[in-house]
């Protein structure tokens, strides 16, 4: 007869985005956060800037991305550092819609023109999502990422925002695009996740 397990008291394990919008409202947030480490992560202009702040560094723990100096070069690492930057320029956390749904068309666009398009014409033109999916790893892609929450007057949804900036390959890429051209329910499903996205 075997004995019975004691069931777990461990707490679920959030995403890496939950454990981002913590972070975010303990140290960002206009009223909840600290002004102070807001401020120094706003005029941060490098990774370097960033090893600083200790909110940075605690983000970066948060995540679970390596913190051992010898891998201090590991991307996930430096990512973490920047997402705290971007982060930093967020006032408000809107669950609502994903970035590029609030940013792009109001409706699936077809053959019209950004000139011809009224009220559904986006917010980010397309030329500069163009720009913007063109982005790469680094100083590039923080500051695509601080333009946009900019362009959204700092209101997104601070999870997702953190994942798609985490993880930023082909995969996020493409939903992205779908987002933009208000064209989600002709997504095709997309099972295969690539190792630039993987959770390693």
């Not at 890496?16 to 972070?23: N, Q, T, V």
């Not at 987002?179 to 996740?193: F, K, L, R, V």
């Amino acid at each position: 007869m075997t004995e019975s397990t004691a069931p777990s008291t461990a707490p679920p394990r959030t995403s890496r985005g939950d454990r981002a919008l913590e972070w975010w409202t303990d140290h960002c947030h206009p009223v909840e956060g600290d002004p102070a480490t807001r401020a120094r992560l706003r005029r941060c202009r490098s990774t370097t800037d960033a090893l600083s702040v200790p909110a940075a560094m605690s983000l970066a723990r948060r995540l679970g991305l390596p913190r051992d100096v010898d891998q201090a070069d590991d991307w996930r690492f430096v990512a973490g550092l920047a997402l705290a930057r971007v982060l930093a320029h967020v006032d408000e956390h809107d669950a609502s819609r994903r970035a590029m749904q609030a940013a792009g068309w109001k409706s699936f666009p077809g053959d019209r023109r950004e000139s011809d398009a009224g009220e559904d014409r986006p917010r980010l033109s397309e030329a500069r999502f163009r720009r913007l999916l063109q982005a790469e790893r680094g100083e590039e892609l923080v500051t695509a990422f601080t333009r946009l929450v900019a362009l959204l007057d700092g209101a997104v949804n601070v999870p997702v925002l953190a994942e798609d900036f985490l993880f930023w390959g082909d995969r996020t890429r493409r939903r992205w695009a779908f987002d933009y051209y208000a064209a989600a329910i002709a997504a095709p499903a997309d099972p295969s996740t690539s190792a630039e996205d993987t959770d390693a």
